[in-house]
């Protein structure tokens, strides 16, 4: 049976927190995403056409932490959502673990090829590793894709490109190299308010499209995030910026 280590890797797009050391290039995870940097990975992406970002970029922001519960008569280490309101048996010794946090952005852009002008909303995913002291152990792969709207007030996030966050340029920017064969994903997610009132949404559902050794020929793989982690809000995310 998977642990909730292994299963949070598959759940949140099969991000490997590997590579990239703090020491090496000091990028700030909330400084990643930016207006120059999304047109820059873009211009990777799709070379004929120029993209410019024209409206909003929301990001949220969720905290994975690693906390030391009861079962039966052991203790063992749990990574849980900061964000999750389900009642877990912490024992009383304060215990400053690794933590990973997930960042997911909605933004508004405009692609013009030719004569042809074409505005979408895109999303783009990542994560960040962190010691117990607060380092920055490294980064996740970077995922985006187009965000369309779902049934019953859902909307979908399709991975179509694989980015490795790789350091900062002169000015400020963050560097990305794009890597080939992106896994196909569609994460469903809706609108939410968390425990204190603050905006966010909530990852519900995530579907495999691409091909995997797991469900055969011509099947998805369905992970469904409150069976797996028997916790509806284990990928919760709060509204940290707007701009």
Same mark, same amino acid.
């Given at each position: 049976?998977?642990?909730?280590?292994?299963?949070?890797?598959?759940?949140?797009?099969?991000?490997?927190?590997?590579?990239?050391?703090?020491?090496?290039?000091?990028?700030?995870?909330?400084?990643?995403?930016?207006?120059?940097?999304?047109?820059?990975?873009?211009?990777?992406?799709?070379?004929? !056409?120029?993209? %410019?970002?024209? $409206? &909003? +970029?929301?990001?949220?922001?969720?905290?994975?932490?690693?906390? @030391? =519960?009861?079962?039966?008569?052991?203790?063992?280490?749990?990574?849980?959502?900061?964000?999750?309101?389900?009642?877990?048996?912490?024992?009383?010794?304060?215990?400053?673990?690794?933590?990973?946090?997930?960042?997911?952005?909605?933004?508004?852009?405009?692609?013009?090829?030719?004569?042809?002008?074409?505005?979408?909303?895109?999303?783009?995913?990542?994560?960040?590793?962190?010691?117990?002291?607060?380092?920055?152990?490294?980064?996740?792969?970077?995922?985006?894709?187009?965000?369309?709207?779902?049934?019953?007030?859902?909307?979908?996030?399709?991975?179509?490109?694989?980015?490795?966050? !790789?350091?900062? %340029?002169?000015? $400020? &920017? +963050?560097?990305?190299?794009?890597?080939?064969?992106?896994?196909? @994903? =569609?994460?469903?997610?809706?609108?939410?308010?968390?425990?204190?009132?603050?905006?966010?949404?909530?990852?519900?559902?995530?579907?495999?499209?691409?091909?995997?050794?797991?469900?055969?020929?011509?099947?998805?793989?369905?992970?469904?995030?409150?069976?797996?982690?028997?916790?509806?809000?284990?990928?919760?995310?709060?509204?940290?910026?707007?701009?």
């Amino acid at each position: 049976m998977l642990n909730f280590k292994n299963i949070i890797t598959i759940v949140t797009a099969l991000m490997l927190f590997a590579a990239c050391k703090a020491p090496s290039y000091s990028v700030q995870p909330e400084n990643v995403v930016s207006r120059d940097f999304i047109s820059g990975i873009y211009q990777q992406q799709a070379p004929d !056409r120029v993209t %410019t970002v024209k $409206g &909003e +970029t929301i990001g949220y922001k969720a905290e994975i932490l690693e906390k @030391l =519960v009861k079962r039966d008569a052991v203790t063992e280490y749990k990574m849980a959502n900061k964000n999750s309101v389900k009642k877990e048996n912490d024992i009383g010794i304060a215990v400053i673990g690794k933590r990973t946090e997930l960042y997911f952005y909605e933004v508004e852009i405009e692609q013009v090829r030719g004569s042809d002008t074409m505005p979408k909303t895109i999303g783009v995913l990542f994560s960040a590793n962190f010691s117990p002291n607060g380092d920055c152990l490294g980064f996740g792969p970077l995922y985006i894709g187009d965000i369309d709207r779902g049934s019953n007030n859902t909307k979908m996030f399709k991975t179509d490109g694989l980015f490795r966050i !790789r350091g900062m %340029t002169s000015d $400020g &920017e +963050t560097r990305a190299g794009r890597k080939p064969n992106c896994p196909e @994903l =569609v994460f469903f997610y809706t609108y939410a308010s968390g425990s204190n009132g603050q905006l966010g949404l909530s990852f519900s559902q995530v579907v495999q499209t691409s091909k995997n050794k797991i469900s055969g020929i011509n099947k998805f793989l369905v992970y469904d995030v409150a069976r797996i982690f028997n916790d509806p809000d284990a990928l919760s995310f709060l509204l940290t910026k707007t701009n």
